[in-house]
């Protein structure tokens, strides 16, 4: 049994999957399985791919199941004590997976990510983990910004981890449930990363553990699909996740907020985004349902949440990274 699975979640990645496929079978940490699980790519991906070795297997799905189920249907197909979820556009560096094992035997928290640096211009990152604002709004801290060489530091806290390159403990993961299928795509990895605080564990980004990354390989960043599910995920993870003696005082500056973004959407004649917080309100009960759950499983302190939380609205212009020194657990 091998230490850690790596699951990669394929739709029309011909051009990406076998660059990512290579860059994994020459990790310097070689106790890995790696699953593909293509999600009925319409660009001949499946065929494009050439297993590298005997740890590599790969499935095909006859429907897209979207990124938060296939993950789920890898992580149960595999036994390991780590999960890895990599994006196909992502191409780690040859210590990513040490770096990552290295921090988790070092360190008790629940999920790792990773250092994403910008594949178009290795100049700038592409990621630093990902902040949450306390109005409901979330975003890849450090997006853009110019790689500083004293940056990033070795090992932070973040809100949350980017789930295009990251690890996770096999056991908190199937505590609660892996992914919300419910998602599709986009916001899944940020909603996980709450329940895993949400139950009193810490989330770390691994500073030396670098990806180069394309991003939005499978759909087009500003496209009607990304605005879709970016628009009504977000109304989810905030009202599915956030403990109720925050969310009472913050309902209005979440109602606001989501105003304040239907109204920008509509300027910019985003009809999709505007179909998505539409689809947010329409799902609402099996959101409800779903937050009993994560509330009655909370471990973590008000005060341990919010000091992981972007407050200062100048962050939320600025949407830099969030990151604290590492400390004890959450719990």
Sequence with gaps: MPRVSILIVTYNNASQIQRCLTAVAAQDFSDFDVVVIDNASTDGTPDRITLPDSRFSLVRNADNTGFAAANNQAAAATRSEFIATLNPDAYP????????????????????????????????YDGLGDTFWIG??????????????????????????????????????????GFDEGFFCYGEDVDLSFRLRMAGWQVLQVGAAEVRHEG???????????????????????????????????????????????????????????????????????????????????????????????????????????TRPVGQRDS
């Design 93 to 124: 560096a040859r210590d990513w997976l040490w770096c990552l094992i290295d921090a988790a035997d070092a360190h008790p928290a629940a999920a790792f990510g990773s250092t994403q640096i910008s594949d178009a211009d290795p100049a700038r």
């Design 216 to 322: 939005y390989a499978s759909s087009a960043r500003h496209s009607d699909f990304a605005a879709y599910h970016g628009s009504r995920n977000r109304v989810w993870v905030w009202l599915k996740n956030m403990p109720a003696v925050l969310m009472v005082p913050l309902l209005p500056l979440f109602i606001l907020t989501q105003t304040a973004m239907a109204l920008r959407d509509l300027a910019m004649l985003r009809p999709a985004a505007l179909r998505g917080l539409v689809a947010a309100i329409g799902g609402l009960g099996p959101v409800w349902r779903q937050r009993r759950i994560v509330q009655k499983q909370r471990r973590a302190r008000i005060g341990d949440l919010l000091r992981i939380m972007a407050v200062s609205p100048h962050r939320l212009l600025t949407r830099d990274a969030l």
């Design 136 to 177: 409901g709004l979330y975003w890849r801290g450090g997006y853009g910004r110019r790689v500083q060489p004293e940056s990033p530091p070795a090992l932070s806290e973040v809100f949350a981890a980017c789930a295009a390159a990251a690890l996770y403990r096999r056991a908190d993961f199937e505590a609660l449930g």
